[in-house]
């Protein structure tokens, strides 16, 4: 992939002082590099939607998982306007690589279990905080008992709100993520009186994997007919995955979770949550000592799935693109005062009304989740009439707490686009640090002028991955992982955007 950049200044950033910490916080442009899409086995269909996880297995490796239709001809099938999709059917994909991104190993693809007719996407990953050879990989997954004997015309729910999908299925891995097989598969059969076929699964969207010191790994996704959040627990590696107590209850949840963990071995949880007003905002909850916390609001208003309008066509459509739920947090190393040891970016619109530009927000909260609070200083949009800067989205954020050597960092990445009318999106990254004490952000552009070919839903991939993959020196290497069309975009029909492949983007800092 190149060599990653450094300059004396990143050494300084830590430092947080004067000019050169400026400099340090502002860093440079990263190196691409192509996950899937280069080799015979991903060429010919697409990919798009990106978990990622570091194992180790005498070395590190980096494994990517993502909705895979590589060989899918037989039993997904497209015209213009629908797709039908068979029993058999597995977007459960991933790849790896044993040389810091430079090469990729395409793992292959699941099948569905007995019991099971479909495996569909949205793919989270973790490895075992106790055993870094373990890996667990989740997929969205349809019951035979829900699957239709014609198969499944169009969306994977009805219209009148239930759904073909009824849990999810997990894969372990015990070689560091290069072979997967599978291992349980979850489902919510507890009957809700308005869906009637409930009790053969609930609608789960969405999927967040994490893992603590201790080994516990934890699974999660957005029950759609209970609004709340299923997280699943199984107690180590080799246990059984059990239905944990909501970590929302009383609050209507409304978008897809993400999981993080604490050196304490503590467990985050954050969705979007409708408030009665309506309202979305970011909460978060906290399980520790055998118990879940109180949920405490994280974020002002933000948005569940927006449709960014790139104001161009491309392959005789109009491009947009629907983005995933806007939030990422992690868990980090608190500065003085401690009340940041969670730092959260969102994306925010003002006034969807008049169709204003999306920017991104922040706030922080201490490990215990009090004093959560905004953060002025890490807020960043367009402003001013000379910013070219028109829609930022889809925040990721990853911490490096620190270890004998090697000092603390914070980074965000996010989307956005330049310009009245493009068909492209840069990526950008940014340290959530201080200088002089006050919060700042300075974003710099890593990845430029990336081909964007979403289908005529606007799909792209609804969620990227961010991952700390090693150090150089006292510097670490960040990845993000991201949906691109760099191979053309040939065909935009309702639900296929030709091409879509995976690709990464790495930097220093």
């Known amino acids: 992939m190149g060599e990653v950049c450094r300059t004396t200044a990143g050494v300084l950033a830590r430092a947080f002082v004067g000019v050169l910490a400026c400099l340090a916080l502002s860093g440079c442009p990263g190196t691409t590099g192509g996950v899937t899409g280069n080799d015979p086995a991903t060429a010919a269909e697409g990919q798009s939607e990106t978990a990622a996880a570091s194992s180790y297995v005498g070395h590190n490796r980096i494994v990517v998982a993502f909705n895979d239709e590589t060989n899918s001809k037989s039993n997904i099938t497209y015209t213009p306007t629908n797709r039908t999709t068979l029993a058999g059917a597995s977007l459960m994909g991933w790849s790896y690589s044993d040389d810091s991104g430079t090469t990729w ?26 055993n870094y050879n373990t890996v667990f990989l989740s997929n969205l997954a349809v019951p035979t008992s829900k699957n239709p004997a014609g198969g499944i015309q169009g969306y994977l729910y009805y219209d009148s709100g239930a759904s073909y999908i009824g849990g999810a299925c997990i894969a372990k891995s015990t070689d560091g993520g290069a072979h997967f097989a599978i291992y349980q598969c979850v489902s919510n059969t507890a009957p809700v009186g308005a869906f009637p076929d409930s009790t053969n699964g609930h609608f789960y969207d969405g999927g967040s ?39 929302f209850a009383g609050l209507t949840v409304a978008t897809h979770p993400r999981l993080r963990v604490g050196q304490d071995g503590s467990l985050y949880v954050g969705a979007v949550i409708r408030t009665n007003s309506n309202t979305p905002l970011v909460y978060l909850n906290r399980f520790a000592n055998g118990t879940w916390g109180r949920p405490t609001q994280a974020s002002n208003p933000t948005l569940g799935y927006p449709l960014i309008d790139l104001n161009s066509s491309v392959a005789g459509s109009e491009l947009t693109i629907r983005a995933g739920p806007q939030f990422a947090f992690d868990v980090g190393a608190a500065s003085t005062g401690g009340n940041d040891a969670i730092r959260l970016l969102y994306t ?16 922080a909260c201490a490990a215990d989740l009090s004093n959560c609070h905004p953060v002025e200083g890490w807020k960043i949009g367009p402003s001013g009439p000379n910013e070219t800067r028109l829609d930022l989205f889809n925040p990721d954020v990853t911490a490096w707490i620190g270890f004998v050597g090697l000092p603390p960092s914070w980074q965000g990445t996010f989307v956005e686009r330049y310009g009245q009318s493009v068909t492209s999106t840069n990526l950008t990254r940014m340290t959530l640090g201080y200088v002089n004490g006050n919060a700042l952000a300075i974003p710099v552009d890593i990845l430029s002028n990336t081909p964007a070919c979403s289908d005529q839903r606007g799909y792209l991939g609804d969620y990227d991955a961010m991952l700390l993959t090693g150090f150089q020196g006292t510097a670490g290497v960040y990845m993000r992982f991201y949906t691109n069309s760099n191979a053309g975009c040939t065909l935009r029909w309702e639900f296929v955007g030709q091409q879509q492949h995976v690709g990464s983007v790495q930097y220093q800092y």
Not at 105 to 130: E, N, Q, R
Not at 217 to 234: F, K, M, P
Not at 355 to 362: E, L, T, V
């Open 348 to 363: 925010r619109q003002d006034n969807p009304t008049n169709n204003s530009p999306f920017y991104i927000d922040a706030f």
């Open 105 to 130: 190993m395409y793992g292959g693809k699941l099948s569905p279990p007995k019991g099971w007719a479909v495996l569909w996407g949205d793919p989270a990953i973790t490895s075992s905080g106790a």
């Open 209 to 247: 994997m994490a893992s603590n010191p201790s080994g516990e790994i934890y699974s999660a996704y957005n029950d759609v007919y209970t609004g709340q959040i299923d997280v699943w627990r199984a107690a180590n590696e080799n246990a059984l995955f059990q239905l944990m107590p909501p970590p």
